[in-house]
T-cell receptor, first 111, second 113 residues
């Protein structure tokens, strides 16, 4: 699986958009980009995933660059409850093991 | 409510005393897996199961056993726990064996002294 690089931490003001970057320069053609988050030692929670098109759901938007070497997760209006560690994961479909969560980005949403 | 449950949530035990952490899901998911989370090492997969009676090793299976006799249950067994198995453990399940729809349990914090 392609490895990912994320900043260790980021701050965001409550109500503003949070933009979390992820670098995956060795991504292969069939590998998806997934985002999960983990709030203070709770079980990780799925956010969104994509292959090459931008994606949006009720939680967030995912922007993948045209060369697919990087992506950005956007939380449009961050709240204090969005404070969490955000993991960017790259892996091929139907890969039953070798899930690599990495160390993620700690997002601190401040009032 | 769709959920993955784990028991116990907290456990302190001694080296060598066999223990089982239970995991149950009520979503009729075929795929289940176990992870451990340690500071600086992130989440690492221990074992996974594609369906009843079908299990396979993840990245860190040493010292653990699993069984899948029913679709809803996937217990994690530590036959002879050691201090290096002190960790936060998560069970997860998904309808399909793919990452994006994995539902995680609340976690079990295990301390082995």
């Amino acid at each position: 699986d392609a490895k990912t690089t994320q900043p260790t931490s980021m701050d965001c003001a409550e109500g503003r958009a949070a933009n979390l970057p992820c670098n995956h320069s060795t991504i292969s053609g069939n590998e998806y980009v997934y985002w999960y988050r983990q709030i203070h030692s709770q079980g990780p929670q799925y956010i969104i995933h994509g292959l090459k098109n931008n994606e949006t759901n009720e939680m967030a938007s995912l922007i993948i660059t045209e060369d697919r070497k990087s992506s950005t997760l956007i939380l449009p209006h961050a709240t204090l409850r969005d404070t969490a560690v955000y993991y960017c994961i790259v892996r091929p479909p139907y890969n039953f093991n070798k899930f690599y969560f990495g160390s993620g980005t700690k997002l601190n949403v401040k009032p | 409510e769709a959920q993955v449950t784990q028991n116990p949530r907290y456990l302190i035990t001694v080296t060598g005393k066999k223990l089982t952490v239970t995991c149950s899901q009520n979503m009729n998911h075929e795929y289940m897996s176990w992870y451990r989370q340690d500071p600086g090492l992130g989440l690492r997969q221990i074992y996974y199961s594609m369906n009843v009676e079908v299990t396979d090793k993840g990245d860190v299976p040493e010292g653990y056993k699993v069984s899948r006799k029913e679709k809803r249950n996937f217990p994690l067994i530590l036959e002879s726990p050691s201090p290096n198995q002190t960790s936060l453990y998560f069970c997860a399940s998904s309808l399909y064996p793919d990452l994006y729809e994995q539902y995680f349990g609340p976690g079990t914090r295990l301390t082995v002294t």
